[in-house]
Nanobody, 123 residues
């Protein structure tokens, strides 16, 4: 079965960093785009970043541009989200999801979702 497992969340102070991982099993990510999404308490889920697994090309939401960086490890069938200069407003459950690379990287289009990992940014 297809499974996506996020890890790396935790509690950090403002200005700190975390690296999230999204490990995939049951599929190879070679033909997929992987999106990172987040949902803060009481708010709707929003897009954070997308990465094409085949060539590593990325895109970012304006709110995280310059602070977050997505990458992938083809040998591990895993994608990462490096989160720097974290702000309290980054507090959310972070999810990874996949979509076939021929389709768009949007919330409503994603095929498979992980269960999320909680990131809390607080002093």
């Amino acid at each position: 079965q297809v499974q996506l497992v996020e890890s790396g969340g935790g509690l950090v102070q403002p200005g700190g960093s975390l690296r999230l991982s999204c490990a995939a099993s049951g599929i190879t990510l070679d033909y997929y785009t992987i999106g990172w999404f987040r949902q803060a308490p009481g708010k709707e889920r929003e897009g954070v970043s997308c990465i094409s697994f085949s060539d590593g090309s990325t895109s970012y939401a304006d709110s995280v541009k310059g602070r977050f960086s997505a990458s992938r490890d083809t040998a591990k069938n895993t994608v990462y989200l490096q989160m720097n200069s974290l702000k309290p407003e980054d507090t959310a459950v972070y999810y990874c999801a996949t979509i076939h690379y021929t389709r768009g990287c949007t919330i409503r289009s994603m095929d498979y979702w992980g269960k999320g990992t909680l990131v809390t940014v607080s002093s």
